[in-house]
T-cell receptor, first 113, second 113 residues
Framework: DAKTTQPPSMDCAEGRAANLPCNHS???????VYWYRQIHSQGPQYIIH???NNETNEMASLIITEDRKSSTLILPHATLRDTAVYYC??????????????FGTGTRLQVTL | GAGVSQTPSNKVTEKGKYVELRCDPI?????LYWYRQSLGQGPEFLIY????????DSGLPNDRFFAVRPEGSVSTLKIQRTERGDSAVYLC???????????FGEGSWLTVV
């Protein structure tokens, strides 16, 4: 699977939008971009995923650039409960690869008052 | 239950002992994954089951680690002759099929003393 690059940490004021960037310049055409987050002492939580179109759900929005080499996860109104490590993962859905998730070290988002 | 369930949530064992960690996937999910997470690191893939068979065990660190899923539902991760370096959170995850969204449990915290 393609590797991803994320900043190690970010801060965001509560109520503001949190924009978390991810570079995946070696992504191939059949690979999806997935985002998970992990709140301290909990298991990873699925947030959103996309292939090439922008996606939105009740948790977040995912903006993927036209060349698919980077993406941004947007939490529109961050709260203290959004403080977590956010993982951007490129995932192949080829049947021969188990479609496993390969985690990096993620971005530690700290939401402050 | 509604989510992936793992037991025990915490386990302290002595070096050299045998340990079993249990995972109950989401009902109906055919794909099951085991991951290991050390402090400050992202989760690392261990093994993947599709049904009863281990389709990918490339992440198991050595032959002290073994996992089974005899009836295609509950899975057990078995660690023989535990070492202090095995101390980590062991995460189980499941999905409704290859390539579908993967959902994680809260993990089993293993401490080897």
């Amino acid at each position: 699977d393609a590797k991803t690059t994320q900043p190690p940490s970010m801060d965001c004021a509560e109520g503001r939008a949190a924009n978390l960037p991810c570079n995946h310049s070696t992504i191939s055409g059949n690979e999806y971009v997935y985002w998970y987050r992990q709140i301290h002492s909990q298991g990873p939580q699925y947030i959103i995923h996309g292939l090439k179109n922008n996606e939105t759900n009740e948790m977040a929005s995912l903006i993927i650039t036209e060349d698919r080499k980077s993406s941004t996860l947007i939490l529109p109104h961050a709260t203290l409960r959004d403080t977590a490590v956010y993982y951007c993962i490129v995932r192949s859905l080829n049947t021969g690869t188990a479609s496993k998730l390969t985690f990096g070290t993620g971005t530690r988002l700290q939401v402050t008052l | 239950g509604a989510g992936v369930s793992q037991t025990p949530s915490n386990k302290v064992t002595e070096k050299g002992k045998y340990v079993e960690l249990r995972c109950d996937p989401i009902s109906g999910h055919t794909a099951l994954y085991w991951y290991r997470q050390s402090l400050g690191q992202g989760p690392e893939f261990l093994i993947y089951f599709q049904g009863t068979g281990a389709a990918d065990d490339s992440g198991l660190p050595n032959d002290r680690f073994f996992a089974v899923r005899p009836e295609g539902s509950v899975s057990t991760l078995k660690i023989q002759r535990t070492e202090r370096g095995d101390s980590a959170v062991y995460l189980c995850a499941s999905s409704s099929g290859l390539g579908n969204t993967i959902y994680f449990g809260e993990g089993s915290w293993l401490t080897v003393v």
